[in-house]
């Protein structure tokens, strides 16, 4: 279905193996003899004993803690001799990347991993990963379909996905009042995201909270954009190498997304600021609106009221024809290919992503469940049953830049740093992303 | 300090003064980040919010106390301490030796010098493509979660710049003592340990300091060999508390962590600045 | 190595072995004690320092994942280099590094003399500029994003004095960037600097000076004629150290900074061996990407050591 890089590249990869591994087992001698060793390995393996599962939340989020410990322990009760054993780990990417890197690299390591979906995590690992397809209930496979792309390719099952995730932009309804706006009136288009934040300025509030010293905050409006302009098959075909970056259509969600930052709608200084450190103009009533992540519903909800706080769902989703609501998957579980108990791993990914560990989440974390069989009925914070409703009605796809190479994305990120900065043009930014886009990996 | 201090002008010192005060204002520029540790580490996240950088108006020790329980840093703490300690000692010694052998045991001033253009080398290999090989090396060697594999990285860390620190250092010791100690039938070990520590003893304070500090701080290497929760060390207790997630809502107790993280390595310097200083005392190294 | 330690078990042997080759026995005898002290340094290295290098050194030749076994694609990686412009422009930075050297040199050197000749505070100010290396480069990081932000002390204090016009996202401007990181880098490296030359003036020989004090030197001339020269192999340990820091040890402030941006304006060259490693998981090419500036360095050294040794002929 989906024709992206993550889906074209195990079979290069498969192909590359057969060619080179024989020739590198020898050249590199021990460090990599123990790699042909176990090609086989994952799959099978007993049914008890301890499974070792990294998870990068829990150290920091009580919230996220107790839901994964509720879970844990219903596997526990149904599953006699198998226990599991959490591992925090940081949540730092870049540092979990180079620990996954280790780990996998050396054959040893966690029997689940908690992975970043998309090339971000699952499709960048997906080597060490085990194909869990044949080991869990296919009624949950079922139940997760809208969101497998995130953790399927290639005709492979690499995890579940445990909550859904959209880029979308919160807003306080007092000061929205305040600036003389209609708190309850929906934006739906991308024209008046751009008065409504005019009018939040000249009311003297910053209209849009962002912090874009990483980059992220260009990744995230480029999901939040593009619906509005390009549709789902568009954004297939800019990840398939079929459409160019310097493609008209995204010149134009480059130059709406850089028009916001020129007219001074985001935080004054944005690009100096750290992503960890703008939060606190929303919450203590600075800022009118903040782009950020449906994930953040609930955290937010607590900081400004849970009645005081509505949501802007992506600008033209409503009326791009057919329907595109750019959305994703928060976060994956996974089962190591180098488990020794990778169908119970397996089981236990399984009932991560069920129904009850789904709407525990939901009405714990506030994460939208990615498994449809789970209620989303009653809740104490409207955003989440605003965007839970969004969801059922429109048809949910992938966001553009999750598909693209983790290289690409990260060259998208920067070259509009550039753009936002003056010294470069839309054109030439992308033209610079086309140039990584082609360059040989 | 001294005579020739003691007898300096004070117009000497006042010639100095548009350095001293232009210095005074660095300094406070350098001592500031600390000041700002210490207090986002003591004041409420609400507090934070308000301003990052601005006068608290209210003390709280909850994040401390915060950071300490959530991720049970007392007990990574001492784990950090006894890596760290044991990494420190062997670092120095060992490259004290190797800077020894190569500056005063005989070996042709070429291979001296080879020795020490080795050591910048291995100092300029770049981690960052050796994380994974030496993940690799530690797993073939069975030494996975153990500490006795993090010291040997370690120590594999740190000494290319101890031996190179070192040969500086022992170079600047008369050979004629040496040779004299030589001629009076000390052996290799004797002259080590009775000659040149004693008169090499500030730099391997320097040394130690140094190192100390470097191993102290480091995150990947622990958090990647030491696998087993029970056993890791402060550092990545500390990068834990980080929330990538839940943005934010823990900027001032990850402040606190890193700051009771700091506060070994401050102690020491404090506690060495007198040593680290007075160390090579005049008549030490002539 | 062996052969040593088995000279030293039998002397017998050796002695019949002395009769023959008298000229390398002796040597083994008189170099015996160098290679055991040598030993434990070299045999951890080995192991975990050049091992590691050679595996490293494959994986440059490869194309690789992390994971899946590696494919050898030659010299391919290293082609890709000369190509890359954002490689190219990380080596430009650190390069723009490698020029600001000579700062890096003489002013924690001018500062350790200050505060040598009994400069007011001095020890005070001495502590105070180590307290930026005690910090975790996290804690640096974050505040100098707070200072320098474009509601930040700094821009304040630039309006205050009437240069308003002169305020500007320092971390977020393509032309500001290198000249604030370097700025940051710099003064955070002021104290460890300072430390080292302390130590060596501290070994000083006070007769010295009185010597030139009788003679009638003035302050100045006693420091050039003195206190520069006795600091001398000082500034070669120090330089050589920073040089080396440009291309392996600038990533952690720089990260927490900028993350090498805007665009790749302030992107390093370790910060670039990293990204590619850990940020697009393209290990071959970071591992080249190391090789070669392994070389570079190793260059860059030589070239220093040869300048210094012609200093010291003049």
Same mark, same amino acid.
């Given at each position: 279905m989906i024709h992206s890089i993550a889906e074209a590249r195990p079979d290069r990869r498969r192909f590359l193996r057969l060619l080179g591994g024989g020739a590198a087992v020898m050249a590199a001698g021990p460090v990599l003899a123990a790699c042909g060793a176990d090609e086989t390995s994952g799959g099978g393996g007993e049914m008890t004993g301890e499974l070792e599962v990294w998870d990068?939340?829990?150290?920091?989020?009580?919230?996220?803690?107790?839901?994964?410990?509720?879970?844990?322990?219903?596997?526990?009760?149904?599953?006699?001799?198998?226990?599991?054993?959490?591992?925090?780990?940081?949540?730092?990417?870049?540092?979990?990347?180079?620990?996954?890197?280790?780990?996998?690299?050396?054959?040893?390591g966690p029997d689940v991993l908690l992975m970043q979906p998309y090339t971000?995590?699952?499709?960048?690992?997906?080597?060490?990963?085990?194909?869990?397809?044949?080991?869990v209930d296919p009624a949950i496979v079922e139940a997760v379909e809208p969101s497998l792309a995130s953790a399927q390719a290639d005709g492979k099952l690499y995890g579940l996905p445990t909550g859904l995730q959209a880029n979308v932009i919160f807003y306080n309804k007092e000061i929205f009042a305040a600036a003389g706006l209609d708190p309850d009136a929906a934006i739906t288009t991308y024209d008046q995201l751009v008065g409504a934040g005019q009018q939040l300025k000249?009311?003297?509030?910053?209209?849009?909270?962002?912090?874009?010293?990483?980059?992220?905050?260009?990744?995230?409006?480029?999901?939040?954009?593009?619906?509005?302009?390009?549709?789902?098959?568009?954004?297939?075909?800019?990840?398939?190498?079929?459409?160019?970056?310097?493609?008209?259509?995204? +010149?134009? +969600?480059?130059?709406?997304?850089?028009?916001?930052?020129?007219?001074?709608?985001?935080?004054?200084?944005?690009?100096?600021?750290?992503?960890?450190?703008?939060?606190?103009?929303?919450?203590?009533?600075?800022?009118?609106?903040?782009?950020?992540?449906?994930?953040?519903?609930?955290?937010?909800?607590?900081?400004?009221?849970?009645?005081?706080?509505? +949501?802007?769902?992506?600008?033209?989703?409503?009326?791009?024809?057919?329907?595109?609501?750019?959305?994703?998957?928060?976060?994956?579980?996974?089962?190591?290919?180098?488990?020794?108990?990778?169908?119970l791993a397996a089981e236990f990914v399984a009932s991560l992503a069920d129904a009850d560990t789904s709407q525990d989440l939901y009405t714990t974390v506030g994460w939208l469940p990615a498994n449809t069989t789970a209620e989303t009925g009653d809740t104490d914070y409207p955003v989440l049953a605003e965007m839970a409703d969004a969801y059922s009605t429109y048809e949910i796809h992938e966001a553009p830049g999750t598909q693209w190479r983790a290289d690409l994305a990260n060259a998208y990120k920067s070259q509009l740093q550039l753009v936002i900065a003056g010294s470069a043009s839309a054109v030439e930014a992308l033209a610079e992303v086309q140039r990584v886009a082609d360059q040989s990996r | 300090?001294?005579?020739?201090?003691?007898?300096?002008?004070?117009?000497?010192?006042?010639?100095?003064?548009?350095?001293?005060?232009?210095?005074?204002?660095?300094?406070?520029?350098?001592?500031?980040?600390?000041?700002?540790?210490?207090?986002?580490?003591?004041?409420?996240?609400?507090?934070?919010?308000?301003?990052?950088?601005?006068?608290?108006?209210?003390?709280?020790?909850?994040?401390?106390?915060?950071?300490?329980?959530?991720?049970?840093?007392?007990?990574?703490?001492?784990?950090?301490?006894?890596?760290?300690?044991?990494?420190?000692?062997?670092?120095?010694?060992?490259?004290?030796?190797?800077?020894?052998?190569?500056?005063?045991?005989?070996?042709?001033?070429?291979?001296?010098?080879?020795g020490t253009l080795t050591a910048l080398f291995l100092l300029a290999l770049p981690s960052t493509v050796l994380i994974t090989p030496i993940f690799k090396v530690t797993l073939d060697l069975g030494l996975l979660n153990s500490y006795l594999g993090l010291v040997l990285v370690y120590v594999s860390l740190s000494s290319p710049f101890g031996i190179y620190m070192m040969t500086t250092y022992f170079r600047a010791v008369p050979r004629e003592i040496l040779q004299a100690a030589e001629v009076d039938g000390a052996s290799a070990p004797r002259r080590f340990v009775s000659i040149a520590i004693p008169l090499a003893r500030p730099a391997m304070a320097t040394l130690t300091a140094l190192t100390a500090l470097t191993l102290w701080n480091d995150l990947l290497f622990s958090l990647i060999l030491i696998q087993d929760p029970q056993r890791r060390t402060l550092t990545v207790g500390v990068s834990l508390l980080e929330s990538s997630f839940a943005q934010s809502s823990s900027a001032v107790v990850l402040t606190a962590g890193l700051l009771i993280s700091t506060l070994p390595p401050l102690v020491l310097f404090i506690f060495m600045n007198r040593s680290l200083m007075r160390g090579l005392v005049a008549g030490a190294l002539k | 190595m062996v052969s040593t330690h088995m000279s030293l078990q039998r002397p017998a042997a050796e002695e019949a072995a002395h009769s023959r080759r008298p000229a390398s026995r002796r040597r083994w005898v008189r170099w015996a004690p160098a290679v055991l002290f040598l030993a434990p340094a070299v045999a951890i290295l080995a192991v975990f320092r050049v091992l590691p290098f050679v595996y490293a050194g494959y994986y440059s030749l490869t194309e690789w994942d992390g994971i899946e076994p590696p494919t050898f694609v030659g010299v391919d990686n290293y082609a890709r280099l000369l190509s890359d412009p954002v490689a190219l422009e990380a080596i430009k930075n650190t390069g723009l590094l490698v020029l600001t050297l000579p700062l890096w040199i003489f002013l924690p050197m001018a500062i350790a003399i200050l505060v040598h000749e009994g400069m007011w505070l001095g020890r005070a100010i001495r502590l105070a500029l180590v307290i930026p290396i005690l910090l975790s480069p996290a804690i640096i990081g974050l505040y100098f994003s707070l200072v320098l932000r474009l509601d930040g002390p700094v821009n304040e204090l630039l309006g205050a004095i009437g240069l308003g016009g002169l305020a500007t996202e320092w971390?977020?401007?393509?032309?500001?960037?290198?000249?604030?990181?370097?700025?940051?880098? #710099?003064?955070?490296?002021?104290? #460890?600097?300072?430390?080292?030359?302390?130590?060596?003036?501290?070994?000083?020989?006070?007769?010295?000076?009185?010597?030139?004090?009788?003679?009638?030197?003035?302050?100045?001339?006693?420091?050039?004629?003195?206190?520069?020269?006795?600091?001398?192999?000082?500034?070669?340990?120090?330089? #050589?150290?920073?040089?080396?820091?440009?291309?392996?040890?600038?990533?952690?402030? #720089?990260?927490?900074?900028?993350?090498?941006?805007?665009?790749?304006?302030?992107?390093?060259?370790?910060l670039y061996i990293y990204q590619a490693a850990f940020e697009n998981f393209d290990f071959g090419y970071s591992a080249a990407l190391g090789t070669s500036v392994l070389l570079l360095v190793a260059v860059l050294a030589v070239i220093q050591l040869r300048l210094i040794a012609r200093g010291d002929e003049a």
């Open positions: 990068f939340l829990r150290a920091a989020w009580p919230e996220w803690k107790q839901v994964q410990t509720r879970a844990d322990e219903r596997f526990q009760g149904a599953h006699e001799g198998a226990t599991v054993k959490r591992v925090e780990q940081p949540s730092d990417t870049a540092t979990y990347n180079q620990l996954l890197q280790s780990a996998i690299t050396s054959r040893s971000a995590g699952v499709f960048s690992f997906q080597s060490g990963l085990a194909d869990i397809t044949d080991a000249s009311a003297g509030y910053t209209p849009i909270a962002g912090g874009n010293k990483e980059g992220e905050i260009n990744g995230w409006m480029n999901s939040f954009l593009f619906p509005g302009l390009g549709t789902y098959e568009d954004s297939l075909k800019l990840a398939s190498g079929e459409m160019e970056f310097t493609d008209d259509l995204m +010149v134009e +969600v480059v130059e709406r997304y850089v028009a916001m930052v020129s007219q001074g709608l985001f935080t004054e200084g944005m690009q100096s600021m750290p992503l960890s450190d703008y939060e606190p103009q929303f919450r203590n009533g600075e800022a009118g609106m903040i782009l950020s992540l449906a994930t953040n519903g609930i955290n937010l909800s607590g900081a400004v009221g849970n009645d005081n706080l509505g +949501v802007i769902q992506a600008p033209g989703i409503a009326s791009a024809t057919p329907h595109y609501y750019p959305a994703g998957t928060a976060l994956v579980w996974c089962v190591s290919r180098f488990s020794e108990r990778a169908d | 300090m001294s005579t020739a201090v003691a007898t300096r002008a004070r117009g000497q010192r006042l010639r100095m003064l548009p350095a001293t005060v232009m210095l005074a204002l660095v300094g406070v520029t350098t001592a500031f980040p600390l000041l700002y540790a210490l207090v986002t580490a003591l004041r409420t996240q609400s507090d934070y919010g308000r301003g990052s950088l601005a006068v608290p108006r209210e003390i709280t020790f909850q994040n401390l106390q915060d950071a300490w329980q959530a991720a049970g840093l007392g007990r990574l703490a001492v784990n950090s301490l006894i890596v760290v300690s044991i990494s420190v000692a062997v670092t120095v010694l060992v490259s004290s030796m190797a800077a020894f052998a190569l500056v005063h045991l005989g070996l042709p001033a070429r291979v001296g010098r080879f | 971390l977020a401007e393509p032309h500001t960037v290198m000249p604030a990181f370097l700025t940051i880098a #710099l003064w955070g490296a002021l104290g #460890l600097g300072t430390l080292f030359y302390g130590a060596g003036l501290a070994s000083l020989d006070d007769e010295l000076y009185e010597a030139a004090a009788i003679d009638g030197a003035s302050t100045l001339q006693r420091v050039r004629h003195v206190t520069i020269p006795h600091l001398r192999p000082v500034a070669v340990f120090w330089s #050589l150290f920073v040089l080396i820091s440009f291309f392996t040890a600038m990533f952690p402030l #720089l990260f927490t900074l900028t993350s090498g941006g805007p665009g790749h304006r302030s992107t390093t060259i370790d």
